[in-house]
């Protein structure tokens, strides 16, 4: 890499096994955002937009993907129970959470998935064609690297009368983890709703996260977007 002496090599390690079952514009568009990467490198202070950023941290430590979901412990629940929020669609690890997820009761109209979950030709107009990341090389890792994701579809004139929560949750117990969500958003011509985006994470862990969200808005649709982030101590966050 040219941007800074740091090779990402578990991260590229990653990339090199990912399955091959997955539809080709899929399998394109990763390795487009993983070739670019490789050529950007991580950004150094010769780039304007990072020039402040202490990134030393993260560009010198060799970061690997979390493969499972780790426990959600009493804290981490207690934040999620604590947003008031009465739906809510959970992530943990970069892994959709069936368990966790409570969407039963969103009106007609209003649909929230896992990402696996969508048939691949759903997703193809939308799914890393919304957000342009070329000169953004931690979304370009979670391009080629998400494993999941979520997926919220609101009807045309459709109205959401309630915040919906959507938790990206770091649990994964071991240093060096790197968590990629993805989340995305479609609301079709007169839709309303109110989303709010939380990112949450276990203390005590060295992890690094690279969420990205991308929104395709109808027209006269509303979306209200809050985040809140309550990352762990020791964790990284970009996106």
Not at 66 to 94: E, F, H, I, N, Q
Request: aromatic share 6%.
């Amino acid at each position: 890499m040219s941007a800074v002496d740091a090779p990402a090599t578990g991260l590229v390690a990653a990339w090199e096994q990912r399955s091959l079952v997955q539809p080709d514009w899929m399998l394109q568009r990763r390795e487009a955002a993983m070739r670019q990467f490789q050529a950007v490198g991580y950004p150094g202070r010769k780039n304007e937009w990072w020039r402040n950023a202490r990134l030393s941290a993260v560009t010198s430590a060799d970061w690997h993907p979390a493969t499972v979901p780790g426990p959600v412990g009493g804290a981490l629940l207690a934040t999620l129970d604590g947003t008031g929020t009465a739906a809510r669609a959970v992530m943990v690890d970069g892994l959709f959470d069936e368990e966790r997820t409570r969407c039963a009761e969103l009106p007609v109209g209003i649909r929230v998935r896992s990402m696996k979950a969508c048939p691949g030709g759903e997703l193809e107009a939308d799914l890393g064609a919304i957000a342009q990341c070329d000169d953004h090389p931690f979304a370009l890792l979670n391009t080629a690297l998400w494993a999941d994701g979520i997926v919220v579809d609101v009807d045309s004139d459709v109205r959401l009368e309630q915040p919906l929560l959507l938790a990206l949750v770091a649990a994964y117990g071991q240093d060096g983890t790197a968590i990629f969500p993805r989340v995305l958003v479609r609301m079709q011509t007169g839709a309303e709703a109110t989303i709010v985006l939380m990112h949450a994470g276990s203390d005590g862990v060295r992890r690094l996260v690279c969420p990205v969200t991308e929104l395709r808005l109808g027209a006269n649709s509303r979306l209200t977007l809050q985040h809140l982030l309550e990352e762990g101590d020791d964790s990284a966050h970009f996106g």
